[in-house]
């Protein structure tokens, strides 16, 4: 990669075959490790096991985590996995490897997918840290790879480097910061303050109708109480609560009156002497997918937890 005028660098790299996948990567992780730098490998388990045998010995130095578990929420990347290890490392270069997009992932995740890398530039303005992303641009719609250009200021394509002219990551966030359809029949209850309980109590009660059951349920239990308890705090003091059943999963969204005003909020780690804030942190730590939708007229938080296996729809090209 060639010197940016900005200490944090976060390159788009396409690719087309394992040849290209292998030389856009493996000369960054080595030149890492030559130069002393931390590096971690945070990609799908496939492309995670590509990478550790090619680099044999030398993968022993590096921290490979697989993104189909790690980033099986993608709004848990940015702390659990990206600022987790630079923050291990609070001096000197910092590289890694992050691919949170893949055809696997469902078109309920790719709005919370773009959205994270967008977000990362702010997360990481300013830090000597260099994110490289790769993207699979046969198998990968179009649409991505445009907001690839939008979410990265320098996208690597067949070999050669260029600054990204569509390099746009706030009018990304707002783009996919949409109402999020719902079932109209979702059963629902309205609560305040005096009505917490009953409105945890009737929420707990339908996930288990639904299918959860112990550490799930547990995990729900945690889940709903922290955004139900968020609405009566932060968001106007009432709010609505409601919880349904799709493709194998449970959905739970809590709707108020308030405002997020922070894109991040929820994805930044948390300090020690942190007072509060960490209840969307925490959402995002337990459920398989959280979605957000904020503007004037209030904000709907929407976390997803599997009870049963479920069947991903592909956001690109099926392999054949």
Known sequence: MTPAAEPFVHPALFYRDVQEYLAGTVPFIRDGLADGDPVAVAVPGPNLELLRAELGADAEAVRLIDMNEA????????????????????????????????????????????????????AFRGRDVTIVCPYDAV??????????????PVVVDEGRESRSSGYDPDRIVAAYNQPLARPSRAPAFMFDGE??????????????????????????????AELTTNSVVHGGGSGTVRVWSQGGQVLCEVTDSGQLSDPLAGRRPATRDQPGGRGLLMVHHLADLVRVHTGTEGTAIRFHLTGSPTTTVSHGKQLT
Do not use: S
């Open 195 to 224: 009505r917490l309980p009953a409105a945890r109590e009737f929420a707990v009660a339908r996930a288990g109708r639904l299918g959860l059951v112990g550490e799930r349920l547990e995990d729900f239990t945690l889940a709903v």
């Open 71 to 122: 980033g099986r929420n993608p709004g848990r990347i940015i702390p659990n996995v990206l600022r987790a290890f630079a923050d291990a490392h609070p001096t000197g270069r910092v590289r890694i490897i992050g691919e949170p997009i893949w055809p696997g992932r469902t078109t309920a995740e790719y709005p919370a997918c773009v959205q994270h890398e967008a977000l990362i530039n702010a």
């Open 139 to 152: 198998r990968l719609d179009a649409a991505v790879l445009a907001d690839a250009y939008a979410t990265h």
